[in-house]
């Protein structure tokens, strides 16, 4: 199955390849898929099975990345020991991230516990903007499972996680088209930390986690920076720092333009660039898309992710759902 938005609510589509018959669960406009699109679905998956896996078979990705899992433990304050079969373990700020099957763990030096109760806290503070957006969005914000204090005095916040669901960063260098969807669904993600008041002030690779199959962007890192818009900073990733407008750097402010800012650093590293300004030599990349990049951000997130959707349509055209059955209604062409 692959996953598409309903250009009439930004629900999830589920696309049955079969069929070709997708449905909105939340308007219930039904739509056929080009197979422009699905092929564009199916190219992705079977890119990420091979670098997984080196094996297209999209059952056996799982097993295969599995392969090289290793065994960690921590150390309860009470003496109990926490097993963990990490099959991806880094640095992200000042935590260390150990990415297991079912979930992702987090652990804060004694000196940054402060930080590990941020993340629980910010995380409890996103707002939805009716009950079918978040039966549609939680999915892709932090759930915590557990957390405790380590016999070394630092701290551990563990989350869900799907187990399809892998470090962003894995992905390494993407076509144009592949990045496009990232910004999307993180474009998607912005207009729902700014419609909660929140700043992430942590929006970069590192941070994110993707789910192939279904093209989904997962938020689950950088939360320990969060803030709310217009209030104090507590501290900001290296990467959001080259982003945030000086103004708001010294005057220690949460702003949503750092979010958005950060969006296209993070679409930038995606395309093989180190900075934004590198996407200027992308001669390949389609106009629009390179000056999407390169300028700055809108003066909202909502106004943002409109302004991403004109992008998209000027650089590869509207893409064209028809609904079924076919009337005057609106057709995307």
């Known amino acids: 199955m692959a996953l598409l938005k309903c250009k009439m609510c930004g629900g999830t589509l589920t696309i049955d390849k079969d069929s070709s018959l997708a449905v909105c669960p939340y308007c219930g406009t039904k739509s056929t898929v080009y ?13 990420f099975a091979a670098l997984l896996n080196k094996d297209a078979d999209a059952g056996k990705t799982e097993e295969g990345f599995w392969v090289e899992a290793t065994d960690e433990e921590l150390v309860r304050e009470d003496g109990e020991i926490i097993a963990i079969r990490c099959l991806w373990r880094m640095k992200a700020d000042f935590c260390t991230v150990y990415v297991a099957k079912k979930n992702v763990i987090y652990t804060f030096d004694k000196q940054y516990e402060a930080y590990a109760d941020r993340y629980i806290k910010m995380v409890s503070e996103v707002k939805y903007p009716n009950r079918e ?18 016999e070394d005095g630092g701290r551990m916040v563990a989350i869900e996680k799907k187990p399809g669901v892998y470090p962003l960063r894995l ?20 207009c729902l930390l700014s419609y909660s008041g929140i700043v992430l002030n942590g929006l970069t690779l590192d941070n994110l986690f993707v789910e192939p199959a279904t093209h989904q962007i997962y938020l689950y890192g950088g939360w320990w920076f969060a803030g709310y818009q217009n209030g104090t900073m507590s501290g900001i990733s290296a990467d959001a720092r080259k982003c945030i407008y000086r103004k708001y750097l010294e005057s220690k402010r949460c702003h949503f333009s750092t979010d958005l800012e950060s969006l296209r650093l993070a679409a930038a590293k995606l395309l093989g660039c180190e900075t934004r300004e590198a996407v200027e030599g992308l001669l390949t990349l389609p106009e629009p898309f390179r000056e999407f990049l390169l300028e700055p951000a809108a003066g909202s997130a909502g106004s943002d992710f409109a302004e991403w959707d004109r992008v998209l349509e000027a650089s590869y055209g509207e893409r064209k759902f028809i609904p079924l059955p076919v009337t005057d209604e609106e057709i995307y062409s």
């Open 133 to 150: 957006m978040e039966q549609e969005l939680k999915n892709y914000i932090p759930q915590v499972v557990t957390h405790c204090r380590l």
């Open 35 to 47: 197979d422009q699109d699905r092929k564009l679905f199916e190219q992705f998956q079977t890119m």
């Open 171 to 190: 992905l390494g260098i993407l076509l144009d088209r592949h990045a496009a969807w990232v910004i999307s669904r993180l474009e998607n993600l912005c």
